[in-house]
Every structure is written in C-alpha cells, then in structure tokens.
C-alpha cells in the first residue's frame, strides 16, 4: 500500500494548456484549453484514494471525487462523469468556476505530502479533471445525458424564481421527481449570474445553452423578462397554478461606494459592465442593449472574482492601460489567486493598498479618478487587518471607464412582495438550512439571496437540499382530483 502511495506521489503535476495571453487577449474564447485524455489520466492516478476522502469532505456537494479518479484513471471517462453527476447538476460549471484551492484542491492530501526529496508538489487538479470528464461526456454521448426514464407526471406544479444555479437545480431535480416547473426570470435569457456573470473567456456559453436545452427537454418551462415582485408575485402564484415556489433571485444588487463622481457617466456597476462587454444586445434588456463604448483607460475597484472579470473584459474590448484597485494588499484578497494570474499575464497593473477618494468629471463624463495610499493598522471584525488611509498620498490618474465590483446585494422586492416571508434587515430570507423553508409554508429559498453574495457550488447545493424538501412537502398535500 505504502509503495502505490509513494509511486502515486511521485507523479509530477499535468499542466493544463492555456491560450497564450498574447493571443487570448484579442479574443473572448477561455483561457484554459483542459486537458487531453492522456493527461487527464495520469493527473486522476495522482490521486493516492484517501480513505477519509478530505477532498469530498470540502466539497459543498460532497461529490465522490476519488471515485471518480478511479474510473477515469483506468479510462472509463463516462463513468467518472456520471460519478460526479451523482451528487452535482452543474459539474462542468463547478470545475470551471469553483475557487478548488479553498475547497477540494485546497484539502487534498497530495499537495501536502513531503515527497523523499523534501519537495512538494501541487494538489491533483480536482476542478479542471472534473470539467474534463463532463465536457468529454457531452461530446461523446451527444448533450447532457438524459435519465432512463421520467415518472409519470404528479400533477403538481412549483414555479421557481430566478434561473441562477439553485433555480436550476431545483428545477432539474423537482422535473425529475414527475412534478411540473415554470421558470420565472428577469433577464431576456435563463442562467442567472451563468450567462450574466461569468464572462466567455471562464466559460463558454454554450455549455450553458446546452443545459438549459436539456431542461427543457425534460419539460421545464421558462418564463424570462418577467420581474417577479412587480409583474406577478408569489402570493398570484400560490394563489393560481403552483403548489410550491423556490426563491433563487441570488445577489445582483451592486454595492455603491458612496463618493463623489459615481453617478457620471462612464461609471459603471460591475454586472453591466461585464453584461455589456461580454453578451449580444439581444440577451440584454433594454436599459442595457447599448455595446461599451471603446475603453482607453480603465480603472476597476474590488479585489474579488467579479473585479478580475471586469480587468479582465477591459482588456479584450482593447482598453490601452487597465488598473485594479484595491484597498488591501493581495493576501487580503477573496478572489481566485489563478484568475490574478492570468489577469497579470494579460497586462492589469494593480495598485494594491490605494482607496478612491473622487471620481472627476467633465461635462458629465468621467475623466479621472483620485485615489489614495492606505496602510494596514489592527485587524477588524473580519480579521482581516484594517486599511488606512496615509495622509497627503492622494493622487488622480486618467479614467474614461470606471467600474466598481465592491460586493452584491439581494433585491428587496419578492419579500416585500410575499406575504409572510421573514427577512434580514439586509433583505435575505431567512430559512431552515437544512430544507431551505421559509416563514411561508410552500415557500423555500436559497443560493444568494438567502447566504449573500456567494460561490455557484454553494447555490447549487442550496437548490439540492431544497428540491428534496419541495417534494417531501409536495407528499404531504392532498391529492389533487
Ligand atoms: S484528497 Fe486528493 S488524494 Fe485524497 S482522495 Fe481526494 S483527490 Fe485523491
């Protein structure tokens, strides 16, 4: 046993292929081009099978990641695919999007061993085999694989709001259980922050359409440009054709900074920024059909994911300088530490521990932007050590694009539309978190707008658990005639 493990260690980490930034930057394609067959098997057969399967441990799924190393290590690509499927509705998003080096890959035990030469090497590439093994099946067997057989209708119906990734997996697992499902959305097309978020070069958007294509398939229907809150409401629908609704309208609300010059011109909330950079004006509603205008200089505020997607559009719309600013140094930062990288590569300066003071404009328009240096002192409530401002250390740079990426809020407008559902002073709803029920009987909710602004995997796993309870509640109704 000790001998497969040492030889297991002794595999060098596959690399996986990315364009070159020289060449992604003139275009929107992703940047990872994955793995071929050959390399995926070896990277599986890394993997030293832990017993106690840490890996799954930190994976708000749970999926059987060892399980699946195993059959595809052995070439049976299908089979790890449908592993992962098991237990995941969005595997091919979730090995793309998940930040892996906080979770599975971040508790594997290959990346802490101390090989005999005192060396360490990376973890196995959990994430990127995961996208691998999906994407390889989709090519093979035609599309997301379709169940054996679909169950006789139940005659029960649930509408979900909002078809972001926990919309999705309720929407897939309650079809699956025979009930009927309506989708309702605000924008022109489904996928929530899937297709309004993450930018081309993460994920292409035809993995997307192929989902939804196959959710329609098995029979769910969607309903886009409808403003659930204003256009029907959850009370209409409780009231007429649902049984039981799932709230999943996920955390779109930018945050605003609250200084001088955010309501110029050219001064963006970052989801509009990358809606309008990154999708067609046909997938986009009215108030946003508009292309950017072409950038020069632009400077993006944040230091999370959503920012290093902004930096990271900026350049491949042709901006000449784009500027990350952040207020902390990078250990601070939540985002990926992969997407820093390639935002490096591609040419983002980042000027870390600086805070804007102005946004300056002329004639409407924004023309600059002061900022200023900060310092760390004592760690706050976040214990995260607090920045400071250095007094005298302003400065302005040129700015014809501003977008800020400073944190996301829940919409207020399904609680204070819905009778009875109990909310936090910051509008999220309040639920079981083991089923996702709400103060309202039929009503579940989770993803964003019940945990704030989070991880896709986490919304997914919120959808699961409440699917699974909309059906046992669904049970306790009385039958209909
Ligand atoms: S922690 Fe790493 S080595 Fe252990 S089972 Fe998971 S992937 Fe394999």
């Not at 993995?207 to 440009?225: P, R, S």
């Not at 200084?259 to 990154?278: F, W």
Request: proline fraction near 7%; include cysteine; glycine fraction near 12%.
């Amino acid at each position: 046993m000790t001998h497969i493990v040492h030889r297991r260690l002794s595999i060098g980490v596959q690399p996986v292929p990315k364009q070159d930034p020289a060449e992604r930057v003139k275009n929107f394609d992703e940047t990872y081009l994955g793995f071929d067959l050959n390399a995926a098997m070896i990277e599986a057969s890394r993997c030293i099978q832990c017993p106690s399967a840490p890996c799954q441990e930190a994976c708000p799924v749970s999926n059987d990641i060892p399980g699946a190393f195993a059959l595809l290590e052995v070439g049976d690509i299908l089979g790890a695919a449908d592993k992962f499927r098991e237990t995941s509705n969005l595997p091919e998003m979730c090995g793309r999007l998940c930040p892996q080096e906080s979770l599975c890959e971040g508790a594997c035990v290959v990346g802490f061993a101390i090989r005999p030469d005192k060396t360490t090497e990376p973890p196995v590439t959990i994430g990127k085999l995961e996208a691998f093994v999906t994407d390889y099946q989709r090519k093979e067997v035609g599309g997301y694989p379709k169940p054996r057989f679909m169950p006789e209708p139940t005659g029960r119906n649930v509408a979900v709001v909002g078809a972001g990734p926990a919309g999705l997996a309720v929407a897939e697992m309650v079809t699956l259980q025979g009930h009927g499902c309506t989708v309702f959305e605000f924008w022109p097309e489904p996928g929530g922050v899937l297709v309004y978020g993450i930018p081309n070069f993460k994920m292409r958007k035809s993995i997307v359409d192929e989902y939804l294509a196959h959710l329609e398939e098995l029979g769910v229907k969607f309903v886009c440009n409808t403003y659930v809150g204003r256009d029907i409401t959850i009370d209409d629908m409780l009231a007429g054709e649902f049984d039981a609704v799932f709230v999943g309208t996920g955390a779109g609300v930018g945050n605003k900074m609250g200084i001088e010059g955010e309501e110029l011109q050219g001064v963006y909330a970052a989801t509009d920024y990358l809606v309008r950079g990154n999708l067609t004006s046909e997938q986009l509603p009215g108030h946003l059909k508009d292309p950017l205008p072409d950038p020069r200089n632009v400077v993006v505020i944040g230091g999370g994911d959503t920012s290093m997607d902004c930096v990271r559009t900026a350049i491949r719309l042709g901006a000449e300088n784009v500027t990350l600013v952040y207020r902390r140094t990078e250990a601070e930062m939540l985002g990926r530490g992969e997407e820093r990288k390639n935002a490096r590569e591609e040419g983002v300066n980042f000027a870390m521990l600086t805070l804007p003071t102005r946004i300056i404009g002329e004639d409407g328009r924004v023309v600059a932007i002061e900022l200023q240096k900060m310092e760390l002192g004592e760690p706050d409530e976040s214990g995260r050590r607090r920045p400071e401002p250095v007094p005298g250390s302003e400065y302005t740079v040129p700015a014809d694009q501003v977008a800020i990426a400073i944190g996301y809020g829940a919409d207020p407008i399904v609680p204070k539309t819905t009778s009875g559902l109990a909310t936090d002073r910051k509008s999220l709803v309040q639920v079981d978190r083991q089923t996702g029920s709400t103060s309202r009987p039929g009503v579940f909710a989770g993803g964003d707008n019940v945990n704030g602004a989070d991880l896709v995997v986490t919304a997914l796993a919120d959808g699961r658990r409440a699917a699974e309870a909309i059906s046992a509640y669904l049970d306790t109704l009385p039958k209909r005639r």
